[in-house]
């Protein structure tokens, strides 16, 4: 473990250099002796015949929430219930029509959802009209759904003075260790902005934090190799260039006193104490001398953390779910074929890590306007022997 910008690496950094090494050869390596390499089984959910599904909830009583954000501008609807392998808009169809002279109950493109331990669903709308664009005024949001009712309980708008004209908020997670009202870490990761928006749920007002600092940065810019090919957007006009993206992934440790965070190509998994991230009397400055690299990783869009402490993380480049013990490093978990860019993952009351199988990658950002996504997108379960963790209460 060393400072962000300490000189020591760990070891660890080798492994994560895949470019001479089979990645099944990594996994028998890795492999204690005597260890067999069978892999938890793969179970499918559902299916999404029409939208590419993004973030992921499962509450305790096992309903699934799904995301839809708005890649090419248009969806059925951006937030999405399966029941009995159909996907319906939630909370209603209306509130999934966005409108720009009502931006506060409507849901524009929403992102990630978080349940937390009052049965209640959290919904980070991104504010955009396609993904790229520039939010719309007062869009920006945090919308909290009673599960019991299925009723809006209310809307947190994002204030505008931490938000910049191409914020693009990837994901969040709420802690209640400092206050009943809450705070919300936002990972925002605007590009060539990126930072870690810190929203205080009582006062409504929030700071912009780490922004400029290398840690939230996209990483070296080069290309990741994605389906055994370098990943490049591919703009219909214009040069085409590596895809690189900062922050994007967060998750909290399971006292909520420590801020786990990645940017989605920098290949590092760092820390940061949740109450230095949320002081205002702590500087930019002193702030990133607080950060810690913990280890190595490939590209990763999303965390998420066990109630045994354990880290997950996506693994586009393998097709792959990765795992971090509490004092160790990541190591692969489960590989399939099926997880086409697998997005973002939850983990349900039946000790499963739900995925979703997004194919990002072959979307028409990478292939000049072209879609080469194929219908449908899935959602795929594993076993992982370890419960949820919700804000405000785990159980270990």
């Known amino acids: 473990m060393t400072v962000a910008n300490g000189a020591p690496q760990s070891m660890s950094r080798q492994f994560f250099r895949w470019s001479d090494l089979a990645f099944a050869s990594i996994i028998l390596l890795t492999l204690p002796m005597g260890v067999s390499a069978e892999e938890p089984k793969i179970e499918h959910v559902t299916d999404f015949v029409n939208d590419q599904p993004a973030g992921i909830a499962v509450t305790d009583e096992g309903r699934v929430f799904v995301t839809f954000p708005r890649h090419t501008g248009t969806v059925d609807f951006t937030v999405g219930e399966v029941k009995k392998g159909k996907t319906t808009a939630f909370p209603t169809t209306e509130s999934n029509t966005p409108k720009s002279n009502d931006p506060t109950s409507t849901l524009f493109s929403v992102q990630s959802l978080v349940v937390d331990g009052a049965n209640r669903l959290w919904m980070l ?23 019991t009712t299925n009723k809006v309980m209310r809307a947190y708008t994002i204030p505008a003075n931490v938000l910049v004209t191409k914020s693009a908020l990837k994901d969040f997670r709420l802690d209640f260790s400092r206050s009943a009202a809450g705070t919300a870490f936002v990972t925002d990761s605007a590009p060539g902005a990126e930072a870690l928006i810190v929203f205080d749920l009582g006062s409504g007002t929030a700071m912009r934090r780490l922004s400029g600092s290398g840690v939230v940065g996209p990483g070296s810019g080069q290309a990741p190799i994605v389906e055994g090919a370098p990943l490049m957007v591919r703009p219909k ?4 260039h590596p895809f690189a993206v900062g922050l994007n992934g967060v998750e909290l440790s399971l006292d909520s006193q420590t801020l786990y965070f990645n940017a989605f190509t920098g290949r590092r998994l760092y820390s940061l104490p949740t109450r230095a991230a949320a002081d205002p009397s702590i500087t930019e400055e002193d702030l990133v001398k607080q950060v810690r690299e913990l280890c190595d990783m490939t590209i990763a869009g999303h965390l998420a953390i066990d109630a045994r402490g354990r880290i997950y993380a996506m693994d586009m480049e393998h097709n792959a779910i990765l795992r971090k013990d509490p004092e160790g490093d990541f190591q692969p978990f489960v590989t399939s074929n099926m997880f086409i860019w697998p997005d973002t993952m939850a983990i349900g009351p039946d000790d499963k890590l739900y995925i979703t199988s997004s194919q990002h990658d072959r979307g028409p950002l990478f292939h000049g306007g072209i879609d080469q996504r194929k219908r449908p997108f ?19």
Request: no cysteine.
């Open 237 to 240: 006009n214009g040069e085409a």
């Open 125 to 147: 709308d991104t504010g955009v009209m396609q993904v790229g664009g520039t939010p719309v005024t007062g869009a920006p949001k945090l919308v909290v759904v009673d599960l």
């Open 378 to 396: 899935v959602l795929y379960r594993v076993s992982i022997g370890a419960g949820p963790v919700r804000a405000g209460r785990h159980s270990l």
